[in-house]
């Protein structure tokens, strides 16, 4: 039965209708799209028998990877929340982060939604995201340079598309850094530790400045600037 439900859900067919309904699931429901893809990867990487290589989990040195993460993640924000953002809200409105309101100066929730940003978030998103639909997504493409550029690329929408809670600025915005998560994973294919710690590294950045409610100092100043 397990060589059966793996063959069957790493099947093409599957995995496009997986990912097509976790995207419609996640913008109409605000999230259980993602949950039901991850509980998928996790089940996939069960009928694997537990083989981590299948999405991108190899080994590598830790310290080296933690470092490459935490500068992609400082570049990340300075390029997208410092330089682009401003742009795309003042062309479709600010992003709104209200459903983290409760984590606002209250220390508590901070650290606990950090831990689980880090399950969910940081591992799980891309466990599912990257290391699963893309990769996937990618060999049905033909494994090839381009094939994984056009994976990204259609990742990255349905990444931005799971953020939908965040308004249509939200969604362009996450869309795009979903896109260059899946091309710094294109050149490090046996590397997915790199994203979870890259995702995780950018997450906790923008969580600490709303616990510290500052998340909106730097593009507010940007903002009335480029006006």
């Not at 913008?27 to 083989?51: D, E, Q, R, S, V």
């Not at 992609?72 to 390029?79: D, E, N």
């Not at 979903?178 to 950045?205: E, P, S």
Request: net charge neutral; glycine share 8%; with cysteine.
């Amino acid at each position: 039965m397990r060589r059966q439900i793996f063959k069957t859900i790493f099947h093409p067919v599957a995995i496009i209708s997986l990912i097509i309904i976790c995207s419609l699931l996640t913008y109409f429901t605000g999230g259980l799209g993602t949950i039901l893809g991850i509980i998928m990867a996790l089940i996939a990487l069960w009928a694997g028998k537990f083989n981590w290589s299948l999405f991108g989990f190899s080994k590598s040195n830790f310290l080296e990877t933690l470092s490459n993460a935490f500068i992609y993640a400082v570049l990340i924000y300075l390029l997208f929340d410092i330089i682009i953002q401003p742009f795309i809200e003042l062309a479709w409105g600010k992003i709104d982060v209200s459903s983290l309101d409760f984590i606002r100066g209250d220390i508590s929730r901070y650290l606990l939604f950090v831990i689980m940003m880090w399950a969910l978030a940081a591992f799980g998103e891309e466990l599912l995201y990257r290391g699963y639909f893309m990769k996937q997504m990618a060999h049905i493409l033909g494994d090839h340079k381009r094939a994984w550029i056009i994976a990204a690329a259609i990742i990255g929408l349905v990444f931005g598309l799971a953020h939908a809670y965040q308004g249509i600025s939200g969604i362009i915005s996450t869309g795009i850094i979903g896109f260059v998560f899946g091309l710094i994973f294109a050149k490090n294919q046996q590397n997915l530790l790199l994203l979870v710690l890259i995702h995780g590294i950018y997450d906790m950045i923008g969580l600490t400045l709303i616990y510290l409610d500052s998340e909106r100092v730097i593009i507010d100043h940007i903002i009335s600037l480029i006006r």
